[in-house]
């Protein structure tokens, strides 16, 4: 379920940098209309053979595939239809769509999460019965989630995943540099030390269940467990998982909870040291005070190093109720293919392919790639289940109980197992 490394979202847009001239003389030739304006821009066409609506993610996500569109439009003489939505918009209007015996969608952004809720319903259409299928330059671990039965049903599009946002001069105060950011144990050696001078250390978000939960599992992962075995059953009330929560007691003790805003904020602005967020969040430039790296897995410098990055990917796939799947495949072909790709990252894209976060020109423009090619390579989707928004909702709120000291590690721990237990022996003897 886990494996070493030694065998092996609304979120920001991220800018654009000044000096891309380079990448707009490179890429101008072949995808001259992908990129024009801020918008969606539609190709002229006359008599178009089709017009495909596009279930979407807004935001980033969105907007680098509506400047693609043009280049398509022109060459496939169909309309493609925008339709940004927010998440929760997206999940259940696609999935409700899917009653439907023609969908009025033709190609929709999903989060991995949602996989087994879609495949149980057969939201999705088997691309490969369609002629797509996964090349190897995308990167290995951001395919898991995409294959059913041997087959593709998703095409990782958008690589969104967790790293570790430090202020610069902070972690240099505390004696590392970046590289040497190791372990979790040197990320609260880090927080102690600012917290002794009256910094924050550790900055965290407690707003939502969600959220709780998502920025511990890194946590969790790097002490080399889960919170579902093989089965999906929840691990909840185990030693391995108490041990990892009293270190996040711990980290959370250097710092405080915050919404999104207010721990970019505080990071940036030299008033705590570390958090965990997201690429999208925050561009770094070699003069900002704050970047970010990919967790390393590793509990201690000299234990093995476990997959512990969290996905947030967005993947793109046809509904198999979509009436235009001739040009719905061919879409996803051209949004997939690796120039068109690679195109995209002045602009906000991140692909989740070699030859995009690999590239020495784009890495001299946006070093922080790197970093978010690393966290892909070592990232972990969320457990693939239909109950999983409820388990994490249950999870949460007992975890929000700990850290408010209105229970033990014991009481809570043993309380979610129970709770969680009886509700999947309920939704799934229905």
């Not at 920001?12 to 024009?36: D, H, M, R």
């Not at 969608?105 to 996964?134: H, I, R």
């Not at 917290?195 to 707003?207: E, Q």
């Not at 784009?362 to 409820?390: C, D, H």
Request: net charge negative.
């Amino acid at each position: 379920m886990m494996h070493s490394l030694k065998n092996g979202k609304t979120a920001k847009k991220i800018g654009i940098l000044t000096g891309t001239l380079f990448f707009g003389i490179v890429f101008s030739c072949a995808l001259s209309a992908c990129f024009e304006g801020n918008g969606q821009k539609h190709a002229p066409l006359k008599n178009p053979q089709a017009t495909l609506t596009l279930a979407l993610r807004s935001g980033t996500y969105s907007d680098v595939i509506k400047r693609c569109i043009p280049e398509f439009e022109a060459k496939f003489n169909v309309i493609c239809d925008v339709q940004d939505l927010s998440e929760e918009g997206l999940h259940h209007g696609v999935a409700d769509d899917a009653q439907n015996t023609e969908g009025k969608f033709d190609l929709c952004m999903v989060d991995g999460s949602w996989m087994a809720e879609y495949t149980a319903k057969g939201v999705l259409a088997n691309l490969s019965e369609l002629g797509y299928d996964l090349d190897s330059d995308i990167i290995p671990a951001t395919k898991t989630i995409c294959y059913q039965n041997g087959s593709v049903y998703l095409a990782p599009y958008y690589g969104n995943v967790t790293v570790l946002l430090y202020n610069k001069l902070m972690v240099k105060e505390a004696g590392f540099s970046p590289d040497e950011i190791n372990s979790l144990e040197d990320i609260l050696e880090i927080c102690r030390f600012q917290k002794k001078r009256h910094n924050l250390g550790f900055m965290y978000r407690g707003d939502t269940a969600n959220n709780i939960v998502v920025d511990f599992l890194p946590i969790l992962l790097s002490r080399g467990t889960w919170v579902v075995d093989e089965n999906n059953n929840p691990t909840i009330d185990t030693p391995e998982f108490a041990q990892a929560m009293y270190f996040y007691l711990s980290l959370r003790n250097t710092g405080r909870a915050a919404k999104k805003d207010d721990l970019i904020a505080a990071i940036a602005n030299k008033s705590a040291a570390i958090g965990i967020g997201w690429p999208g969040w925050y561009t770094p430039t070699r003069n900002s005070s704050m970047d970010y790296i990919a967790l390393t897995g590793r509990y201690r410098s000299d234990r093995p190093a476990y997959n512990a990055n969290i996905y947030g990917i967005w993947a793109i796939g046809i509904p198999e109720n979509s009436t235009h799947k001739k040009f719905a495949i061919e879409l996803l072909k051209f949004l997939m293919d690796r120039e068109v790709q690679k195109a995209t990252v002045v602009h906000g894209g991140v692909p989740c392919r070699y030859s995009s976060l690999n590239d020495g020109e784009i890495l001299a423009q946006f070093p922080q790639y790197e970093a978010v090619r690393k966290a892909l390579e070592s990232g972990v989707y969320r457990p693939v289940m239909e109950e999983w928004s409820q388990f994490y909702t249950i999870l949460g709120r007992e975890m929000k109980a700990i850290i408010e000291n209105q229970k033990t590690v014991h009481e809570g721990l043993e309380e979610a197992q129970k709770e969680l237990e009886e509700m999947l022996e309920k939704t799934r003897n229905k």
